[in-house]
């Protein structure tokens, strides 16, 4: 429901929004200007004080205004002549006309009622109230992917236009809030709908006598000028007229004969009530914060571009689940955990098969976990891939934590299918951790944890069969893995490696496919990757697609990845044949687990054979010269030091701070784990200066570099562990 509600409104309402958004944050920008450029009263000075000043100029003043920002407005007559300006409370002179600022004024109108009066008081608030339901059904949305408010600022995954959107959300969504609330107030007091008892102080009468200069007037000079809102002088063609007098706390008058203040009526609690969301949507009176609104507010039109692309990739990609039974009806609940999205394409599969066979099944994420509605279930299966080292993937996030919550488990029993790769040493993680967490509760077991290989739709029939004999029903499950949309890339160039120590290898060089206008509006093929994002090939007779860590980024102007041939590989053995005007399909997979960040802390690169293609392109990108230090493993630097020219030119141009080599295939062989040893000190001083840590290549090596950097950091009390939590030590593995 919380997903409905925002994507709708938010589609619908996009422009309206924005252009309240942006119009309340241009008039954000007024009540600061009016702080920085408004003469400020002398610290202490009192309402008597100002109004003698202003008098002594102008004998004739009627009315004195002070707004929340403590400009001083003087009304007076001169003759026939009415005058008025804003006033200079030191030396009570007239400094600037009180006309209102014409700029300000049309953008008041404009954000008021879109210039429509009543009519567009009314639509404003309507894109008001949904911009309230936006940013609360936002907020769920983004406690539900990240599991829980506790875990608000987690680091997000995925494409770069759902990142930003969730980004701005989680900064700007309570400043939203307010805003949309403040503005519904304001617009059922302006149409009546709430009743606020304003302070009023009725009609009084002065005592008969000559009437006391301004400055005796106890009242006055017991005020403080910053507690002033209006001063109403005493008409002198009226016996008995008084000053009227309102400040923050109350309305009365002041008797000029006497200066006692009287007839007082205290501002109720309604009226301070309203005049605080009045401040807090103006900034009238607490600029600071008006700002702060009006910079968040610009986010908006920022998260409706983005969400109106989040929307359209997801109908793109999105698969189709048929039938979906609501979840209070469904017997079988089928949730998923997917990153790239193939998961949810066997899902479907399994939707329909089960559907099929007279099962009422509802299909929903992980994320979306919610036992309590789970009425009439008599199973829960989970289809749960692992992104990167065995972390949660995107549409999974807040299952375990959920489950580690509860206090009593579902009666259903629980299936869990993982998916993954066994070339990955973290193959199916995920889905043990599932089915760790689920024993340690105590849930019943519907079938023992099984996988899926490289999304083979054999060992997916396996499961399938075996699913149904436990449910008593004939199952079998034919699915077609979905391919992703694939671009031409044309090999411009090939430098080939290691064939003398029997590690054939090859730097592979395409050049950019053409990107269309959508494409670089949505960020969509080539239009936009970097170094260290993957590209996906779907080799010749085989549905499986193979990965490699892209080496360079777009403004490269190039696709480059290094690739090693191995023994009966399919997909490594066609790239490393390819001839320079020979072209392969591809895709891009956006990776931001792996990428170096922003900010100046400096970069350790740690990575041998093929693992070194995206440090070489993070370093090749590394024009603001961030302190770069490589370590680079190989077999022997005459055969397989790939990037070797390179390297000294980056050396030189100050694009890599240091590069350290390990070579394997000598008399005394040496690691990359041992280069790390040799260079402990160092090593322990960046870390300690705030350093991230990049490991790339193979699984073994990996873990020789987690255990020589463990040793390495031991007497500093920080391990490779406490790096990864705070997001200071990152690995691609394969």
């Known amino acids: 429901m919380s997903r409905f509600l925002h994507r709708w409104p938010g589609l619908f309402a996009a422009l309206l929004v924005s252009v309240i958004a942006l119009s309340g944050a241009a008039l954000s920008v007024f009540p600061a200007l009016d702080r920085v450029t408004v003469p400020q009263a002398p610290a202490g000075m009192t309402v008597a004080e100002l109004a003698a000043s202003i008098q002594a100029i102008h004998p004739g003043l009627t009315e004195i205004r002070r707004s929340p920002s403590g400009r001083i407005t003087a009304w007076w007559v001169d003759g026939d002549v009415q005058g008025y300006g804003h006033v200079d409370p030191q030396t009570g002179q007239a400094t600037a006309s009180a006309d209102p600022d014409p700029v300000e004024r049309w953008l008041t109108n404009f954000h008021r009622s879109l210039f429509l009066d009543d009519t567009g008081r009314v639509i404003t608030a309507i894109g008001a ?69 304003l302070a009023d102080a009725g009609f009084a009468e002065a005592a008969e006598g000559a009437q006391l200069p301004l400055v005796q007037m106890q009242a006055l000079v017991d005020l403080p000028l910053s507690d002033l809102r209006n001063l109403q002088m005493p008409d002198p063609t009226f016996a008995g007229d008084t000053l009227r007098l309102e400040t923050a706390t109350g309305a009365g008058h002041v008797d000029p004969t006497t200066g006692a203040l009287i007839g007082w009526d205290e501002a109720g609690f309604g ?74 394409g066997f899902a479907a599969t399994l939707h329909a098969a089960l559907t099929a066979t007279g099962q009422s099944v509802h299909t929903a994420p992980m994320s979306a976990f919610a036992p ?83 999304q083979s739709p054999q060992d997916f029939a396996r499961w399938g069969r075996a699913l149904g004999q436990a449910l008593g029903i004939d199952l079998e499950l034919v699915h077609q893995p979905v391919l992703p949309a694939t671009e031409l890339l044309t090999l411009i160039s090939r430098r080939e490696y290691g064939v003398e ?30 170094a260290g994002d993957l590209i996906g090939v779907v080799p010749d007779g085989s549905p499986v697609t193979r990965l490699y860590s892209l080496a360079s980024a777009r403004r490269d102007g ?41 900010g100046r802390a400096p970069l350790i690169l740690i990575g041998a054979g093929t693992g070194i293609g995206p440090l070489a392109g993070f370093v090749r990108g590394n024009g603001r010269q961030r302190p770069i230090h490589l370590f680079f493993g190989m077999r022997h630097p005459g055969s397989d030091f790939l990037y070797g020219d390179e390297m000294r030119q980056w050396q030189a141009s100050g694009h890599l701070a240091l590069l350290v ?56 009390g920080l391990t490779p562990a406490t790096l990864k939590a705070q997001g200071r030590y990152l690995e691609d593995v394969y």
């Open 129 to 197: 109230a949904m911009m309230l339901v936006l940013a609360v059904t936002g907020a769920m949305l983004v406690a539900r992917r990240v599991g829980g408010f506790r875990r608000w600022f987690t680091p997000l995954k995925g494409p770069f236009s759902g990142r930003l959107h969730v980004e701005l959300a989680r900064v700007a969504v309570f400043a939203l809030v307010l805003s949309a609330t403040t503005a519904l107030w304001m617009t059922a007091d302006n149409f009546e709908l709430v009743t606020i008892d």
């Open 271 to 344: 009226q301070q009530v309203s005049e605080t969301i009045y401040m807090l949507h103006t900034g009238q009176g607490a600029a600071v914060l008006g700002l702060v609104l009006g910079l968040m507010a610009l986010a908006v039109p920022v998260m409706a571009a983005t969400g109106a692309l989040v929307w359209l990739a997801g109908q793109r990609s999105r698969v189709r689940i048929s039938a979906n039974q609501p979840v209070g009806k469904a017997e079988t609940i089928l949730l998923v955990g997917s990153e790239g999205g193939s998961t949810w």
């Open 372 to 454: 309590e509605r789970y009425r009439v279930a008599k199973r829960i299966i989970v289809l749960a891939a692992t992104y990167g080292d065995g972390d949660a993937p995107s549409s999974a996030n807040g299952f375990l934590d959920r489950l580690a919550a509860m206090d009593r488990v579902p009666d259903a029993p629980l299936a869990v299918l993982g998916f993954g790769d066994r070339g990955y040493p973290t193959y199916c993680a995920y889905a043990d951790a599932v089915v760790a967490a689920a024993q340690s509760k105590g849930w019943r077991e519907l079938l023992p944890l099984d996988t899926v290989d490289r």
């Open 501 to 530: 120590v029997q590690a054939p290898t090859v730097i592979l060089r395409f050049a950019l496919p053409e990107v269309t206008a959508w494409q670089r509006l949505t960020g969509a093929g080539f239009a936009r990757f970097a």
């Open 558 to 598: 190039f696709v480059e990845i290094v690739v090693k041939k191995q023994p009966g590989g399919l997909c490594s053995g066609q790239l490393y044949a390819l001839d320079v005007g020979q072209a392969v399909p591809a895709f891009v997979r956006h990776n931001p687990g792996f990428q170096p960040g922003r």
């Open 661 to 716: 080599t390990a070579v394997s295939r000598r008399t005394q062989p040496r690691y990359v784990q041992d280069a790390l040893r040799a260079e402990a000190a160092e090593l322990t001083r960046l870390i300690g200066a705030g350093a991230r840590v990049m490991v790339c290549g193979g699984r073994d090596m990996a873990a020789g570099v987690r255990q020589a950097l463990g040793d390495i950091l031991a007497p500093s």
